[in-house]
């Protein structure tokens, strides 16, 4: 990457990094008593603008306040196969229409004490590890800016690692799909859980906070292929006992 041609200075010395990042820390969690409970309560909408705010200042020389503006974070509470996300939206002539970064709330409040592994750095409370989620997708954001499209190539990596010092993607800390994958549950598993006085089976459709399972029942609402009824329950992911 030619460094140069980057309006903000870039790559950060290591000590840079983690002082800005902990600026940024004390200033949000000055503004939100929600933030800074462990674990988190939430954090408010004006505590998000405030985060793209501080990092766009800090970190890029206000660099995306100029080049997309129209870039707000927001907190969702369905997000839950991802910590964060980026999106954004472009018009007919591919100009950028609109751009946000999606935090997850779920993941967010789940988060208890540390240290976790996170794009490659140790992290010790989930406020740091939920700033660090936004860096990640705080780059997706700038490379777009900076050139048109966004990925996890060798120049996201190298803007990743020289704005904020993270060396790899992948972290310790499971989304709920990947949690339940781990306790071997999948879309299709057969699963028991406990409804009222008895013990249902059925089969695994969907895993989010919750699991849709489609448990067989003569005058169910739903019909397969073979005419099979079934009726739908949303269970707990802990509920559910994996069927052999
Ligand atoms: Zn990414």
Partial sequence: MRTATLPFAFPLEAAEILRRRSFILTRLCAQDD????????????????????????????????????????????????????????????KQIKSAEIRMSGDFLTRLDEGPFQLNGLSVATPQEAFLVVFEHELCHALETALYGQTGHSARFLSLAKGLFGHTAMRHSLPTRRQEAARDGLVVGSRVCFPYRESMLGGVVTYIGKQATVMVPDARGEYRDRRGQRYTKYRVPLDHLKKNP
């Fill in 34 to 93: 929600g933030f800074c409970t462990i674990p988190v309560q939430g954090i408010g909408e004006d505590t998000l603008a405030e985060m793209l705010r501080l990092y766009d200042e800090c970190f890029l020389s206000g660099y995306l306040k100029r080049a997309m503006g129209c870039l707000r974070v927001t907190l969702s509470a369905r997000l839950i196969s991802s910590a964060g996300k980026f999106l954004c939206t472009r018009g007919m002539l």
